[in-house]
């Protein structure tokens, strides 16, 4: 039995997630959590690299840096809520902050930042970080890592579940009901992402709160049937994506090639349907035995988004994952702790049916702590 700590953020760069997880071999379980604001400088200078824009070499390095303080920040502030000592934690996961992600590149690749260095020195606790590559060095996408977390937490012998994951990208894992069967997964496409990027632009907001300004309008059909021959939805699995793909100039592109104005608010709602549609068509294509559908991530915050699952995946039943006791704003974060504890053991992270890799392999380079 062992504490250990996952800290992540994602592609809406407001806040560093952090969790404390007890980790056993029976045992999984959710200790304390915390949630550390990103200052407003740094969320735009990430942004801004997650959206291509120039930046010189020093600017991103100090980036690198700035990123890593601010994870050992979470960590520490989390350490403080829980009143739990450094010297009790084993191991910190650190996913860190993706900012580049092509997996089907020549040569592929994927950067995340948050130097673990810095981590582990402010911390003085061992730091496991850098935890996508040596998945795509198996031949691996580097994505989604998720899924083997919940095959270990989330998998029951009564039905066939599936689990998704709402986050700026929206995430599928199967979980079969014979435990014979491996767990499988793919990225399903845009979940939170490119809501809050529209709602940004328009109303100069982080997020469209409740999905309220979505509710106010029309889907159009016409421009969701446009969005649904991005090629990246034709694909079969494994398949991973981002913000590289799915990001403003996406959404303009197919605005442009629809030809006529809409509505900002029907904008929306369709972004809204278009996550709704491509989660509901990757379960009945790929997990049309399932049962249950759980939910996770900051998208289980939208009633909109939930209402319209729930609708368009009947007669599945759909639930938060918080319905069987785990918290759904802290899995992600759970899960890289859950990985810090597979690489300190020596233990494969990734699952190969979910990322492509020709083999299982230990995840992450280890950062020795004080």
Request: net charge negative.
């Amino acid at each position: 039995m062992a504490l250990h700590i996952g800290l992540i953020s994602g592609t809406s760069t407001d806040a560093v997630d952090a969790a404390i997880v007890e980790v056993s071999p029976d045992r999984i379980e959710l200790i304390a959590w915390h949630s550390e604001p990103i200052p407003k400088d740094i969320s735009l200078a990430l942004r801004s690299v997650i959206d291509n824009q120039l930046m010189d070499r020093s600017s991103f390095w100090q980036l690198d840096i700035r990123v890593g303080e601010l994870f050992a920040q979470a960590a520490r502030a989390l350490l403080e809520h829980a009143r739990i000592e450094a010297s009790q934690v084993r191991a910190i996961g650190s996913h860190g902050q993706t900012v580049f992600h092509a997996p089907d590149a020549e040569f592929p690749c994927t950067v995340q930042i948050g130097d673990p260095n810095v981590i582990a020195e402010r911390t003085g606790i061992t730091t496991v970080a850098d935890l996508r590559r040596r998945d795509l060095a198996a031949g691996g996408q580097g994505a989604p890592l998720a899924p083997a977390f919940h095959d270990a937490v989330f998998r029951t012998q009564n039905h066939d579940r599936v689990v998704i994951n709402i986050g700026g990208i929206g995430n599928l894992t199967l979980l079969p009901a014979d435990a014979s069967l491996p767990a499988t997964g793919f990225d399903t496409g845009p979940g939170n992402t490119l809501m809050d990027v529209w709602a940004g632009r328009v109303r100069d907001v982080a997020m469209d709160v409740d999905g309220q300004w979505a509710r106010s309008g029309q889907c159009h059909q016409r421009l969701l049937d446009l969005f649904k021959t991005e090629p990246y939805f034709a694909l079969a699995p494994p398949k991973s994506t981002g913000r590289e793909l799915f990001n403003l100039p996406w959404i303009d592109g197919y605005l442009s090639r629809l030809g006529e104005d809409v509505a900002a608010e029907d904008v929306q709602r369709t972004l809204s349907e278009l996550t709704v549609d491509t989660i509901t068509e990757a379960v009945r294509k790929h997990a049309p035995e399932s049962r249950e559908v759980l939910i996770c991530g900051g998208g289980v915050h939208n009633p909109l988004t939930m209402e319209r699952l729930t609708q368009a995946l009947r007669p599945i039943d759909v639930h938060s994952t918080m319905s069987i006791g785990f918290d759904p704003d802290w899995v992600e974060a759970a899960a890289f702790a859950w990985l810090a504890a597979r690489a300190m053991d020596a233990m494969p992270g990734n699952l190969p049916a979910v990322t492509g890799a020709t083999h299982p392999v230990i995840l992450g380079g280890i950062y020795a702590g004080g």
